[in-house]
């Protein structure tokens, strides 16, 4: 029995037909390139809105443990932590969504209809900027989320 060379020749494909082309591959790289540039800066912008949120809700409670307290004793705290002493909040007090601690001052300036001053300092960890949530104006200030 004889063999042909041919038989014994294995079938060649071509290169072109089995692998991506590198302009096929540098294009699928440029559009994931996109969608994560895209995904990420949607994604980032959120957190300070996540954490402007939180800070409100921090300081409800605490506005409303700092009521409770001027019920009780018909003046108001001289600090946050009376709140826990008087057993209105449970310790550690609560921070800001910068973990910050709040600012609160039971006098307030002349001329300003508020009882006490209760804010969160902000992004930027100052107190007296215009980035500072303030309990009586949080839900009217401009760029933070309203509930």
Same mark, same amino acid.
């Given at each position: 029995?004889?063999?042909? @060379?041919?038989?014994?020749?294995?079938? @060649?494909? &071509?290169?072109?037909? @089995?692998? %991506?082309?590198? +302009?096929?591959?540098?294009?699928?790289?440029?559009? *994931?390139?996109?969608?994560?540039?895209?995904?990420?800066?949607?994604?980032?912008?959120?957190?300070?809105?996540?954490?402007?949120?939180?800070? #409100?809700? /921090?300081? #409800?409670?605490?506005?409303?443990?700092?009521?409770?307290?001027?019920?009780?004793?018909?003046?108001? $705290?001289?600090?946050?932590?009376? +709140? *826990?002493?008087?057993?209105?909040?449970?310790?550690?007090?609560?921070?800001?969504?910068? #973990?910050?601690? %709040? %600012? %609160?001052? &039971?006098?307030? &300036?002349?001329? =300003?209809?508020?009882?006490?001053?209760?804010? /969160? $300092?902000?992004?930027? #960890?100052?107190?007296?900027?215009?980035?500072?949530?303030?309990?009586?104006?949080?839900?009217?200030? &401009?760029?933070? $989320? =309203?509930?």
């Amino acid at each position: 029995m004889v063999i042909s @060379r041919s038989c014994l020749v294995a079938r @060649r494909v &071509p290169l072109a037909r @089995r692998a %991506f082309s590198l +302009l096929e591959l540098m294009l699928v790289l440029a559009i *994931i390139g996109i969608l994560m540039g895209v995904a990420a800066y949607n994604l980032l912008g959120q957190s300070d809105n996540a954490k402007a949120t939180a800070t #409100k809700a /921090s300081l #409800k409670i605490l506005k409303n443990g700092v009521d409770q307290y001027y019920i009780t004793n018909s003046v108001y $705290p001289t600090n946050l932590q009376a +709140l *826990i002493t008087a057993k209105l909040l449970q310790a550690p007090l609560p921070k800001d969504g910068w #973990k910050t601690d %709040f %600012f %609160f001052d &039971p006098t307030t &300036p002349e001329g =300003v209809d508020q009882p006490y001053r209760l804010l /969160s $300092p902000g992004k930027d #960890k100052q107190v007296g900027t215009p980035d500072d949530i303030n309990i009586w104006t949080m839900d009217t200030q &401009p760029g933070t $989320p =309203v509930q």
